[in-house]
């Protein structure tokens, strides 16, 4: 292929193929360089050569870290998903035999893979029609009492001036 072509769809979707592999297998940068530049030069190697710069095999690096950082999300989405349904499927069956043990012990489980934790209390702050989520529990009495007069302060109504006139009003007879 000349320089000045472009790969097509199939082609290009093959060379981030190809990286992708090549990163999983741990292959530094510069390895990847010259591997791309001996494709296709052998005389047993039928493929056609990329005949690509430096700043294009970079480009197909960078897809590649997408594809597999993609694949990686995929992955864990999948594994939490699976997670939670077998967790509910012990659930279910430690509540048919009257297992509440084991049941909470499930839910438990279940909590500490969502992420849900007893132990980081949180209370919702409603500001200016924005809610926010602070966590006070690292707070002594004394610092959360002080944090509560701050916010006090700036709800308080403020005070009416009142007018001042510096000539006195006339009087009507």
Not at 13 to 38: F, H, Q
Request: charged share 35%; glycine share 4%.
């Amino acid at each position: 292929m000349p320089a000045n072509r472009k790969p097509t769809a199939a082609q290009l979707e093959d060379r981030i193929s190809t990286i992708v592999g090549l990163c999983v297998m741990g292959v530094p940068r510069v390895d990847i360089i010259r591997y791309v530049a001996k494709i296709g030069l052998d005389k047993d190697d039928d493929r056609i050569p990329w005949d690509v710069c430096n700043k294009t095999i970079d480009n197909y690096l960078a897809a590649a870290k997408v594809k597999i950082s993609e694949h990686a999300t995929l992955i864990a989405d999948y594994e939490i998903g699976l997670g939670l349904k077998r967790l509910e499927d012990l659930y279910m069956r430690a509540v048919a035999i009257t297992d509440y043990g084991t049941a909470l012990r499930v839910q438990k489980e279940r909590h500490a893979l969502l992420g849900i934790s007893k132990q980081e209390p949180l209370v919702k702050i409603f500001n200016a029609g924005i809610e926010q989520q602070t966590n006070f529990s690292h707070m002594t009495d004394e610092e959360l009492d002080a944090e509560i007069a701050r916010d006090m302060q700036k709800y308080k109504p403020k005070r009416k001036r009142k007018n001042r006139r510096l000539v006195p009003k006339k009087k009507n007879k």
